[in-house]
């Protein structure tokens, strides 16, 4: 049941049953769990094995914010991934971790996250529940062992009745803590764009330079960033070069020369908020993408064959189609999703 739906019972039965406000306040509010947005795919995240109850949701955003789970108990998953920065690390060309010690990557965002088949820039993470047990063991993340972060979380006198809550027992066990997680992030979805707004007609209407832009994105972009999440979800070379540490990408998990310095299609929404982009952080404004697809694009033996078109590389783009592509790009931005007090510290 929708919002929307709660909110027709919840005015109904203000004036037919005689509830006060805050009983009608406390049915508005009524935890819903996921929810598939009109538009949007079925999800791949088996919610039969984790459904998400508020219990668990709220265990779950509990320990996104909770440094325990690092070694010096500094370091968050919140503390990476930022939610006014669209749950990023803004500002960072690669990723910060304990003692200030540096990633390779540029820490992607934390969204939609339900529809995703693989984690990790590389994907080299199959299973969202298993997801966090990478950076919370990785040496310049959080650098924690497993078995010590539970020691720590059984010791914490509010988790026991809380895992109760949300498990049935008090058990803090490996499997509860991720699902808990997941629990959190498969909720985190950004849907509330002014796109959507405009394709589920919604009485909003893109300008005529959004309009141009969005033409322009279906002719030239949305080969690899397919609507409405705006990622295939595949890796390719966008022929970005090797850059300053080697990263060779998804060959790290194949070990398959065809996926030398090939990274996941990197969603297009709330670009205002995620900065800087590419998988090493290397731009820091969006002129600096599109000026790389259409004239700087390094012709590469694993370079996605749409970027090599009649023996010239990279993406036909006047300077007047980039910036109608930049004003369509602009209409991604979800504000709603930034502020959703849901997914705030508590």
């Known amino acids: 049941m929708n919002r929307l739906q709660w909110c027709i019972i919840a005015v109904f039965s203000l004036f037919v049953f005689g509830c006060s406000k805050d009983e009608v306040r406390k049915m508005v509010d009524e935890f819903i769990g996921f929810r598939n947005p009109a538009g949007f795919p079925e999800p791949v995240y088996k919610f039969a094995n984790n459904e998400v109850t508020r219990d668990g949701f709220e265990l779950g955003r509990k320990l996104f914010y909770d440094a325990q789970l690092s070694r010096n108990n500094t370091i968050s998953c919140g503390l990476c991934h930022l939610q006014a920065s669209a749950f990023t690390h803004h500002g960072h060309d690669v990723s910060h971790g304990i003692d200030d010690r540096l990633g390779s990557r540029n820490a992607p965002p934390i969204m939609n996250l339900a529809w995703s088949p693989t984690f990790m820039l590389d994907g080299g993470v199959f299973d969202l529940d298993l997801q966090p047990i990478a950076p919370i063991t990785n040496p310049v993340e959080m650098d924690e062992s497993i078995d010590n972060m539970l020691i720590k979380l059984r010791k914490t006198p509010s988790y026991p009745a809380l895992f109760k809550k949300a498990f049935g027992t008090e058990d803090i066990t490996t499997a509860r803590v991720m699902k808990a997680l997941s629990q959190f992030m498969v909720m985190v979805v950004s849907d509330q764009s002014k796109y959507d707004s405009v394709m589920r007609k919604q009485g909003v209407a893109f300008t005529a330079d959004e ?21 295939d979800h595949s890796f390719r070379n966008n022929g970005i070069g090797i850059g300053p540490n080697n990263d060779e990408g998804r060959y790290l998990v194949t070990l398959k020369g065809e996926d030398k310095y090939k990274f996941r299609v990197p969603s297009l929404r709330n670009l205002a908020y995620t900065a800087p982009y590419m998988h090493d952080g290397r731009f820091y404004k969006l002129e600096g993408v599109l000026n790389h697809y259409s004239d700087e694009v390094q012709d590469m033996p694993t370079l996605d064959p749409l970027l090599r078109q009649n023996s010239k590389t990279g993406i036909g783009l006047t300077g007047e189609d980039k910036r109608y592509l930049l004003t369509f790009l602009n209409t991604l931005n979800d504000r709603n999703f930034i502020k959703d007090k849901r997914f705030a510290e508590q």
């Open 211 to 231: 309009a141009r832009g969005y033409e322009i994105f279906q002719q030239k972009c949305n080969s690899c960033h397919k609507e409405p999440l705006f990622t």
